[in-house]
C-alpha cells in the first residue's frame, strides 16, 4: 500500500506526544513494506530548482512572497471552495546537510509540502464550515494524525482521535469547545474510520460523539529506542547525569511531560512537597494550555527553603530524555485524564518505577506493573510516594513488571494492529 500520514505535529520545533506518534506509526508502516508519504504544511518552498526548493523546506524562515498575491491566496484558500491545496515534492538530494532535525524527521519515501494548508484548512472550517482537500497521487490511505478538517481525493480517509480531553475536561484546555466538538463529530460522521489509542478513548467516542462502534478501532501505541541509548552502559549513564545535570543515578524522581492543568502538577507538588521526602524531584517540561497556576507554583517554591528539592528543565533533546528517565528513581505521572500516557510506557520499557493514576486509559497500560493512585487525593498520592521511597525491593518488582507490561506495547504487536486496520479499511471503504 501507500499511506500518506500529516506533517502537522512532526513540523513543531518540540517534540509532542502526537509528534511521537506521528515518528512512531511512519517507521511502523515501513517496516510493514509500505511506501509512506508525509504531507507537511510549511511555507512555500517551490522553486523550478529541484535544489532551491530542497533549501527552502528546511529553512525555517523560508516562505517570503509578496503581500498582496499571498493575502489574496490566503483568503481563497481558506474558503477550500475556490480551489483545492496545491503539493509540492520535495525530492531530498543529500546536499542540504538535514543532520539537525533526524529527531524529528518520521520514516518516509516521499515528501510533499502544501502551503500553509493546515492553517487554511483550519480557518476555512471554521469561517465557511468547509474542508480543504488536497490530491496526493497513487496513495490508498491518508491517515491523519490529529482531528485536521482535511481530506485527501480519491482514497480512504482516516483520522486519530487520541482523547476527547477538550470535552471531558473542559476546564484543561482553551479549546474553542463547540468548534471542537463540531469537527470531530464531522469526522466521525463522514470519515472512513476513527483510530485511537486505547479503549478508554474508543469509548469516549463512541459515547461523547455518537460513534458507530464498528468504525472506531483501537490501535494502542508503541515506543521505540535506538539501541545506543537503550544499551548505554550504566557508569556512562551515571557520568552523564552527574556531569550535565549534577544528578545522581537513581536519586531523583521525574516528571515529564506539558506542564498543562490535565497534567496535575499542582497536586503532584503539594503531594512530594507533604510526603517529606528528601530526594528530589525533577520536573521536565514547557508551559502548555492554561499552566499560569502551575507556573506561578513553581516560581513561588525558588523562594522557599526546601526550592532545591524541585528542579525543573524547561526542554531536553529526546536522547538526554532517555538518559534522564534510565536514571531515575521512579516517575510521576498522576494525570487526571489522558488519551494514552507515553511517559508511562516509556518509562516502564526503560525499566523505571512508575507512580500513576487509575484513571482513564493509564490503568490499560500500567496494568498491575504501577504503583496506581487517586489523582484528586493528595494525601493518599504522598502516602504512595513514601512508601515506593521506602521499599527498595517493591520498586525493583515495579521496574521486572514493567518491562514485562511494556511488551504488550511492542512495535511487533502495533504493526499487527496496524496491518489489520489498513487492510480492513481498504475492504470497507464507503463509495
Known amino acids: 500500500m501507500k499511506i500518506a500520514i500529516d506533517g502537522y505535529n512532526l513540523g513543531l ?73 496545491e503539493v509540492d515534492t520535495v525530492t531530498l538530494s543529500g546536499r542540504v546537510v538535514t543532520d539537525f532535525m533526524k529527531d524529528r524527521l518520521p520514516a518516509f519515501d516521499h515528501l510533499w509540502n502544501s502551503t500553509q494548508v493546515y492553517e487554511r484548512c483550519t480557518t476555512g472550517y471554521k469561517w465557511f464550515g468547509k474542508h480543504a482537500r488536497v490530491t496526493l497521487p497513487g496513495v490508498d490511505i491518508a491517515h491523519w494524525t490529529y482531528p485536521l478538517p482535511i481530506k485527501a481525493n480519491n482514497t480512504a480517509n482516516i483520522y486519530t482521535l487520541h482523547d476527547l480531553v477538550p470535552l471531558r475536561l473542559p476546564h484543561t484546555t482553551l479549546d474553542n469547545k463547540r468548534g471542537y466538538y463540531k469537527l470531530c463529530k464531522h469526522l466521525v460522521d463522514t470519515a472512513d474510520h476513527i483510530v485511537t489509542v486505547s479503549e478508554a478513548s474508543r469509548q469516549d467516542i463512541i459515547n461523547l460523539l455518537g460513534a458507530d462502534p464498528q468504525r472506531v478501532t483501537n490501535t494502542y501505541q508503541s515506543v521505540s529506542f535506538a539501541p545506543e541509548l537503550l544499551n548505554k552502559p550504566e557508569a556512562a549513564l551515571r557520568a552523564e547525569l552527574s556531569g550535565i545535570f549534577n544528578l545522581q543515578y537513581k536519586g531523583y ?18 503531594a512530594y512537597l507533604g510526603s517529606g521526602l528528601k530526594t528530589p524531584l525533577v520536573i521536565v517540561g514547557a508551559p502548555g494550555w492554561k499552566s499560569e497556576d502551575e507556573m506561578r507554583m513553581l516560581a513561588t517554591l525558588k523562594g522557599l527553603a526546601h526550592s532545591a528539592r524541585v528542579i525543573r528543565l524547561e526542554y531536553l533533546p529526546f536522547a538526554m530524555l532517555v538518559s534522564v528517565i534510565r536514571g531515575a528513581k521512579a516517575t510521576f505521572f498522576p494525570s487526571l485524564y489522558e488519551g494514552f500516557g507515553l511517559p508511562v510506557l516509556e518509562s516502564m520499557a526503560l525499566g523505571t518505577a512508575v507512580l500513576t493514576s487509575n484513571t482513564s486509559s493509564l490503568t490499560e497500560v500500567a496494568g498491575n506493573a504501577a504503583c496506581m493512585v487517586d489523582p484528586y487525593n493528595t494525601q493518599a498520592m504522598a502516602e504512595a510516594m513514601r512508601a515506593l521511597d521506602a521499599d527498595d525491593g517493591w520498586r525493583a518488582s515495579l521496574e521486572a513488571q514493567g518491562r514485562e507490561q511494556a511488551k504488550l506495547f511492542s512495535e511487533e ?17 464507503r463509495p
Not at 253 to 270: S, W
Not at 413 to 422: E, F, N
Open 13 to 85: 520545533d518540540k517534540g509532542t506526544g502526537v509528534a511521537t506518534y506521528g515518528k512512531n506509526l511512519s517507521r511502523t508502516v515501513k517496516s510493514l513494506g509500505h511506501e509512506v508519504g508525509v504531507l507537511y504544511g510549511r511555507k512555500s518552498v517551490k522553486s523550478k530548482n529541484p535544489l532551491l526548493t530542497e533549501i527552502a523546506f528546511f529553512d525555517v524562515g523560508t516562505g517570503v512572497t509578496k503581500r498582496l498575491l499571498n493575502g489574496l491566496r490566503n483568503v481563497l484558500e481558506s474558503t477550500a471552495i475556490a480551489f483545492e491545496s
Open 413 to 429: 504487536a502495533y504493526a499487527k494492529r496496524l496491518q489489520a486496520l489498513y487492510e480492513m479499511v481498504l475492504e470497507t471503504r
Open 253 to 270: 524522581y521525574l516528571f515529564f511531560g506539558a506542564i498543562e492543568p490535565k497534567k496535575n502538577i499542582n497536586r503532584m507538588l503539594e
